[in-house]
């Protein structure tokens, strides 16, 4: 969706404002919502991750497209390439490592995200089990679970950012750099 919001402007424009509605929205806030669809459950976890994940990678990607190099729109164009090769052929590959950094930047919201619906809803997860042993008084443990969040945050982030290197080489590193 932000390929097509960044390369079609008409579209982007005609769903502004109902974007600009919804983006503020906590996706906590759609728990009940979730709940009643969904029950108690990793299907309920997994929605609300999905719904809080969508926006950054919505905007970032229509950023990122916005930001291709205007002499390959030239180019593809001097090519006479339909919107859809020049989508394909030359904008989404343009755009992928800066779309990259959104996917690196949505896996931290996801895992902020599941650990706050496991404490509020789902008795299932890390942040339901350091709830639990927070509310039983059991510091050790309760501080365990919550170091063993931080090293599957950590252990997520270095594991994308080597398939940000193996994937974009330099133009990979450029982005993680900016």
């Not at 600009?20 to 906590?26: D, H, I, N």
């Not at 229509?62 to 205007?70: I, K, N, Q, S």
């Not at 989404?92 to 490592?97: H, T």
Request: aromatic letters at 6%; charged letters at 15%; hydrophobic letters at 60%.
């Amino acid at each position: 969706m932000g390929l097509a919001l960044g390369s079609i402007r008409t579209l982007d424009r005609l769903l502004e404002l109902a974007l600009e509605l919804l983006r503020p929205v906590p996706s906590v806030a759609v728990i009940p919502i979730a709940l009643v669809a969904l029950g108690f459950g990793y299907s309920l976890e997994i929605a609300i991750v999905a719904v809080a994940c969508f926006w950054p990678l919505l905007i970032l990607s229509r950023a990122a497209v916005r930001g291709v190099e205007p002499r390959l729109i030239e180019v593809a164009r001097a090519l006479r390439l339909s919107p859809l090769q020049e989508t394909l052929k030359i904008v989404a590959p343009a755009a992928l490592p800066r779309i990259f950094v959104a996917f690196r930047l949505a896996a931290g919201v996801s895992l902020v995200v599941a650990v706050t619906v496991e404490i509020a809803v789902n008795p299932q997860g890390l942040g339901y089990e350091a709830m639990t042993a927070g509310q039983a008084l059991r510091p050790a443990l309760m501080l365990a679970y919550v170091a063993w969040i931080g090293v599957v945050g950590y252990a997520l982030n270095v594991l994308l950012i080597l398939a940000q290197h193996r994937l974009f080489g330099q133009a990979g590193r450029v982005e993680a750099a900016r």
